[in-house]
């Protein structure tokens, strides 16, 4: 649709303008309705660059837009998207050791902050623990059915367990 | 180019095998050629939902192959991109004092994380003090002239200063 100011674009302020008269793209319209219509979001992914592939990024992007997911100050607790749930599950490229406190790597859940915090939380959405299957090219092929296994047993009970606390001590204790 | 192992799809190992025959699609090429010849590698951006744009994400994925960017046991310290420098300037939505230790957005160097140590420090990138501009779109138009100004004035002694110490510590002290 036409922009609201064209002198000076704002591309937020452009995005939930054209949320709002319902002239976003439409698979952005698609997008936002399954959102809409989840209780739990999962994202699958294979963890690259210490966060998502770009495709996903995109998606948060493109989707998430303020008027939909958030509208400040309905943003952390009284985000838009409160009452629902996220998960991410992801494979890595190194071992659990290489991604401990310590290790090369560092501890895992400091990569999970911008993620888990500066996406989901930021637009009121309540986070499970992460599901990370470990260097599953590197493993054998025991371990792997292994994973999957443990995945659809974890599926089962999903609906049973606490949201983390997503605030800084869980990330950087 | 063909595939190494068409049975067994591996982006890493075929985008690696690829880089090593030449046969990397040319946009990427060119890309490698301008990062092989650089001393100092700038990225601005404006901070997209605590990291980068996906499709400067995307440039990370594509062009930071293994073979050219890293290769283990090449990373870190000693991976293949080490005597260059990085420095990422970014704009923020947020004013300062959200992005402070203990406030609403956290630190704004936990974000930092996976950008400087997970991608750069990977690669042997060693990493200069970011540049933030914070919140340009609330500022004054004289705050945000005095904003670039700093910037020019920064970049005409950049060449003195001394990469941060890319380790937990800078981030989560």
């Given at each position: 649709g036409c922009l609201i100011n064209s002198e000076e674009f704002n591309y937020g302020m452009e995005t939930r303008e054209a949320y709002k008269r319902g002239d976003l793209s439409s698979d952005l319209v698609e997008e936002q309705k399954k959102v809409q219509e989840a209780d739990l979001l999962i994202f699958q992914f294979p963890l690259y660059w210490f966060s998502m592939p770009a495709i996903m990024k995109g998606w948060m992007d493109r989707v998430l837009v303020q008027g939909f997911a958030h509208e400040f100050p309905n943003?952390?607790?009284?985000?838009?998207?409160?009452n629902k749930l996220a998960l991410f599950s992801f494979t890595t490229g190194g071992s659990k050791e290489m991604y401990e406190?310590?290790?090369?790597?560092?501890?895992?859940r400091h990569l999970l902050w911008p993620m888990q915090h500066g996406i989901m939380h930021f637009c009121g959405v309540r986070v499970l623990e992460p599901h990370i299957c470990f260097a599953p090219e590197y493993v054998s092929e025991e371990k792997r059915k292994g994973m999957l296994i443990a995945w659809a047993q974890r599926l089962k009970t999903l609906w049973n367990e606490e949201p983390i606390n997503c605030s800084p001590e869980w990330y950087f204790k």
């Open positions: 943003c952390y607790d009284s985000g838009l998207l409160k406190k310590g290790a090369i790597n560092g501890d895992i």
